[in-house]
T-cell receptor, first 111, second 114 residues
């Protein structure tokens, strides 16, 4: 079945560092891809999404490009802040109209 | 803004108790979902509902049931709580019949079963 694999965390960076969180997927067809973020003590919220190959989703300085050839949707940010500390989840819609989730990557930004 | 609320942030129950987790959304969404979140496992779908009085099993329905008597409210029921049901429970809702719409999440209920 469809699946999502994320890099294991925690990922610890200093403020203003460049961030990459890897996400690869296995799916039939052409799923829509998502990054959700969970800040401490809060529910998940959509960060960005892409619905077809080569689409780039972006929000709050984060970007991710839907790469069909490498089945990837890596999350990037040029300069992270302490406030970006959170757990990040990659997800896709499968052919049964359900969201398939990665395990989550905890990001810790140190001042 | 869409708001999804859950009845409790933290809950402590004893093995064998019947547990009710309530979720309410205020945006007239058709679709509602219950997930559990465990470290290293991401989110796993327990049950979902696309309409009032309608329910469908997700990936891990065993030991759980749900109720949707009103469009805005979706309840998760643990008939006889067990220690392996200690987890974070997340409710979500989404609009539309396409089933690919953005899901909006509540803050979660952290359940401890002793």
């Amino acid at each position: 079945g469809d699946s999502v694999t994320q890099m294991e965390g925690p990922v610890t960076l200093s403020e203003e560092a460049f961030l990459t969180i890897n996400c690869t997927y296995t799916a039939t067809g052409y799923p829509s891809l998502f990054w959700y973020v969970q800040y401490p003590g809060e529910g998940l919220q959509l960060l960005l999404k892409a619905t077809k190959a080569d689409d780039k989703g972006s929000n709050k300085g984060f970007e991710a490009t839907y790469r069909k050839e490498t089945t990837s949707f890596h999350l990037e940010k040029g300069s992270v802040q302490v406030s970006d500390s959170a757990v990040y989840f990659c997800a896709l819609w499968d052919s049964n109209y359900q969201l398939i989730w990665g395990a989550g990557t905890k990001l810790i930004i140190k001042p | 803004d869409v708001k999804v609320t859950q009845s409790s942030r933290y809950l402590v129950k004893r093995t064998g108790e019947k547990v009710f987790l309530e979720c309410v959304q205020d945006m007239d969404h058709e679709n509602m979902f219950w997930y559990r979140q465990d470290p290293g496992l991401g989110l796993r779908l327990i049950y979902f509902s696309y309409d009032v009085k309608m329910k469908e099993k997700g990936d891990i329905p065993e030991g759980y049931s749900v109720s949707r008597e009103k469009k805005e409210r979706f309840s998760l029921i643990l008939e006889s709580a067990s220690t392996n049901q200690t987890s974070m429970y997340l409710c979500a809702s989404s609009s539309g019949t396409g089933r690919r719409e953005t899901q909006y999440f509540g803050p979660g209920t952290r359940l401890l079963v002793l």
